[in-house]
């Protein structure tokens, strides 16, 4: 195969050069189990898009996947791309009106199912999709929906290239040109992917090979690791975060992907790393913010000794390294990146992560950026606790229209990575990309003395007050968060006046209320509601004060990287 530029930022070439290099390592697998090697997985591949392209899967024609994390997941999806067709992830946490939608409007014929996921295509199933595969080779009531289990149609596939290698007698399996496989080029999509942001507009980013790849080079360049190293997977493949950097990415070093077959709970994640051992992971803020209140504060809190060390700033790092040597642990004696994305991490738990030493970076972007726009480098000492660490490699950020006191303005940014544009919405594309091909992020921002990015919000979410002061609702919400027994929070605004709206940790009110009457109970939430509240109001300009802590009885509704989606609650 050429190696021209425009070939080696393909996706296909990334696989090519890896089963070359690395054709007998782990390439892929369920965490504490086999996996496959780089050698079995491309051949799955090859031959499940042979198998697609005898059913008329052409250059072009869009294939659905609806599943969660599985190694059968990656397999169709480069199966997908091999032919130039290109591959629509959908969201495992989609509600069924949205995933309809999807594989309407992209007239999918053939989708890669889950069990789990089933029931929310019945009723498409006789008028467009063609051919349905349980990734999971699960069997669906056949007077309800007719399947074909995966393993059936690899074992098809494999008859389907059997016929084909008699046709042609080259014995060299690993050069894809010996399959009638089209051409495929950098600038090609590979995949359109649905946003499911915060403001509520899902639209769909036409993301090319190339977007895709820039941004998982450029994460090879910054990580150092060995060929066999074992990256973790807890977040789904089918947004662009675990997509690129945790998927192509280590495929591209030659590293095993094991991917978390369950909800990644803190024992969960615990007893994956102690059998894997993982040099990489990559995780959403959620995640760590729960492993700290939950395995963290408590040490501290409980203990008489370390509270009181953590009153002083020497006796605080000395603890927190204590602690972040145990949290190493945790995650099995091995790691040595923890990229953080998705949302913002909370100031707290990031400088407990600082001051422990714990071997973590932030990362900012936007499916639109496939994704990332800024984080790291690795190693940098001048990344500041609170910031998105410097422009990410190959990537251009700039601050527009800065306030001149604050320097605050909103972030653009400008790479390979940038997509295409949105399917079938020329006004939106218009409104996200200039015509010199900058992203309009709708995030707002600014650079500090040494090049670092701190991310204020989204310009959407700016509350302007009576007296004309901009109020960002994020970093109040980082101080209500901070307490142990919230889980999360959202500031909103009510007639001019701020309110967070809390939904507690029920399981600490619980221990903590245990043999008292709902009365007590009800003071007690009462209470913490009102400390926390004279509390986070000190920290704050008047303006930006609380008037009222309300509790919320239920979570609140969130992206796939567990960010609340705000338009759901402007109105409470």
Same mark, same amino acid.
């Given at each position: 195969?050429?190696?021209?530029?425009?070939?080696?930022?393909?996706?296909?070439?990334?696989?090519?050069?890896?089963?070359?290099?690395?054709?007998?390592?782990?390439?892929?697998?369920?965490?504490?189990?086999?996996?496959?090697?780089?050698?079995?997985?491309?051949?799955?591949?090859?031959?499940?898009?042979?198998?697609?392209?005898?059913?008329?899967?052409?250059?072009?024609?869009?294939?659905?996947?609806?599943?969660?994390?599985?190694?059968?997941?990656?397999?169709?999806?480069?199966?997908?791309?091999?032919?130039?067709?290109?591959?629509?992830?959908?969201?495992?946490?989609?509600?069924?009106?949205?995933?309809?939608?999807?594989?309407?409007?992209?007239?999918?014929?053939?989708?890669?199912?889950?069990?789990?996921?089933?029931?929310?295509?019945?009723?498409?199933?006789?008028?467009?999709?063609?051919?349905?595969?349980?990734?999971?080779?699960?069997?669906?009531?056949?007077?309800?929906?007719?399947?074909?289990?995966?393993?059936?149609?690899?074992?098809?596939?494999?008859?389907?290239?059997?016929?084909?290698?008699?046709?042609?007698?080259?014995?060299?399996?690993?050069?894809?040109?010996?399959?009638?496989?089209?051409?495929?080029?950098?600038?090609?999509?590979?995949?359109?992917?649905?946003?499911?942001?915060?403001?509520?507009?899902?639209?769909?980013?036409?993301?090319?090979?190339?977007?895709?790849?820039?941004?998982?080079?450029?994460?090879?360049?910054?990580?150092?690791?060995?060929?066999?190293?074992?990256?973790?997977?807890?977040?789904?493949?089918?947004?662009?975060?675990?997509?690129?950097?945790?998927?192509?990415?280590?495929?591209?070093?030659?590293?095993?992907?094991?991917?978390?077959?369950?909800?990644?709970?803190?024992?969960?994640?615990?007893?994956?790393?102690?059998?894997?051992?993982?040099?990489?992971?990559?995780?959403?803020?959620?995640?760590?913010?729960?492993?700290?209140?939950?395995?963290?504060?408590?040490?501290?809190?409980?203990?008489?000794?370390?509270?009181?060390?953590?009153?002083?700033?020497?006796?605080?790092?000395?603890?927190?390294?204590?602690?972040?040597?145990?949290?190493?642990?945790?995650?099995?004696?091995?790691?040595?990146?923890?990229?953080?994305?998705?949302?913002?991490?909370?100031?707290?738990?990031?400088?407990? #992560?600082?001051?422990?030493?714990? $071997?973590?970076?932030?990362?900012?972007? +936007? &499916? %639109?950026?496939?994704? =990332?726009?800024? @984080?790291?480098?690795?190693?940098?000492?001048?990344?500041?606790?609170?910031?998105?660490?410097?422009?990410?490699?190959?990537?251009?950020?700039?601050?527009?229209?800065?306030?001149?006191?604050?320097?605050?303005?909103?972030?653009?940014?400008?790479?390979?990575?940038?997509? #295409?544009?949105?399917?079938?919405? $020329?006004?939106?594309?218009?409104?996200? +990309? &200039? %015509?010199?091909?900058? =992203?309009?992020? @709708?995030?707002?921002?600014?650079?500090?003395?040494?090049?670092?990015?701190?991310?204020?919000?989204?310009?959407?979410?700016?509350?302007?007050?009576?007296?004309?002061?901009?109020?960002?609702?994020?970093?109040?919400?980082?101080?209500?968060?901070?307490?142990?027994?919230?889980?999360?929070?959202?500031?909103?605004?009510?007639?001019?006046?701020?309110?967070?709206?809390?939904?507690?940790?029920?399981?600490?009110?619980?221990?903590?209320?245990?043999?008292?009457?709902?009365?007590?109970?009800?003071?007690?939430?009462?209470?913490?509601?009102?400390?926390?509240?004279?509390?986070?109001?000190?920290?704050?300009?008047?303006?930006?004060?609380?008037?009222?802590?309300?509790?919320?009885?239920?979570?609140?509704?969130?992206?796939?990287?567990?960010?609340?989606?705000?338009?759901?609650?402007?109105?409470?």
């Amino acid at each position: 195969m050429a190696e021209s530029n425009d070939v080696r930022m393909t996706l296909n070439y990334v696989l090519d050069n890896s089963v070359e290099q690395y054709a007998d390592l782990p390439a892929i697998g369920v965490a504490a189990k086999e996996a496959l090697t780089y050698q079995e997985f491309y051949d799955r591949i090859i031959a499940l898009a042979g198998q697609l392209s005898s059913e008329g899967v052409k250059k072009g024609d869009r294939v659905a996947i609806l599943s969660e994390n599985s190694p059968n997941w990656g397999t169709a999806y480069f199966a997908i791309i091999r032919l130039g067709a290109i591959a629509v992830p959908i969201l495992p946490d989609l509600p069924e009106a949205d995933c309809h939608h999807i594989l309407n409007e992209m007239e999918v014929a053939v989708l890669f199912i889950s069990k789990r996921q089933l029931e929310k295509v019945y009723e498409l199933t006789q008028k467009r999709l063609r051919r349905i595969v349980t990734l999971d080779d699960s069997v669906a009531t056949q007077e309800v929906i007719e399947v074909t289990t995966f393993t059936t149609y690899l074992e098809e596939a494999w008859a389907t290239q059997v016929a084909d290698k008699d046709k042609n007698k080259s014995k060299n399996k690993n050069d894809a040109d010996n399959f009638p496989f089209v051409n495929v080029e950098e600038n090609d999509i590979a995949s359109i992917l649905y946003t499911s942001g915060t403001s509520g507009y899902s639209k769909a980013v036409m993301l090319s090979h190339k977007n895709l790849t820039a941004n998982a080079y450029g994460a090879a360049t910054m990580i150092s690791v060995d060929p066999g190293n074992v990256f973790l997977s807890v977040l789904p493949m089918s947004h662009t975060y675990e997509f690129t950097v945790g998927f192509v990415m280590p495929l591209i070093k030659g590293c095993k992907v094991a991917y978390a077959d369950k909800t990644p709970t803190p024992a969960i994640l615990e007893r994956l790393c102690a059998h894997e051992k993982p040099k990489v992971m990559f995780t959403v803020p959620l995640i760590m913010e729960k492993i700290y209140k939950k395995r963290v504060l408590p040490k501290i809190e409980k203990s008489f000794l370390l509270s009181s060390l953590c009153k002083f700033s020497f006796g605080r790092k000395f603890v927190y390294k204590k602690i972040g040597a145990k949290l190493l642990t945790f995650f099995g004696g091995n790691l040595e990146l923890m990229g953080i994305g998705g949302a913002a991490l909370n100031p707290d738990v990031e400088r407990f #992560l600082k001051e422990a030493g714990f $071997p973590y970076l932030i990362g900012y972007g +936007l &499916t %639109e950026s496939a994704p =990332l726009l800024a @984080g790291g480098p690795v190693g940098d000492d001048t990344i500041a606790v609170g910031s998105t660490g410097k422009p990410f490699p190959g990537v251009q950020v700039k601050i527009v229209d800065p306030d001149p006191e604050t320097g605050v303005g909103e972030i653009y940014g400008c790479g390979p990575n940038v997509m #295409l544009g949105y399917y079938n919405d $020329p006004d939106a594309t218009a409104e996200a +990309l &200039t %015509e010199d091909g900058w =992203l309009i992020t @709708g995030d707002l921002g600014s650079f500090d003395e040494l090049g670092n990015l701190h991310i204020c919000g989204r310009s959407k979410n700016v509350i302007v007050m009576s007296n004309g002061e901009n109020v960002y609702p994020e970093p109040i919400e980082h101080k209500v968060n901070a307490y142990s027994w919230v889980v999360e929070s959202l500031v909103v605004e009510n007639n001019g006046r701020l309110d967070a709206w809390v939904y507690p940790d029920y399981e600490f009110i619980d221990n903590a209320t245990e043999g008292q009457p709902r009365t007590k109970r009800r003071e007690f939430i009462d209470q913490l509601s009102a400390t926390m509240r004279k509390e986070v109001n000190a920290q704050l300009s008047p303006a930006s004060r609380l008037r009222r802590v309300v509790e919320r009885r239920e979570p609140f509704i969130k992206t796939a990287t567990h960010k609340i989606k705000r338009y759901l609650y402007s109105n409470d």
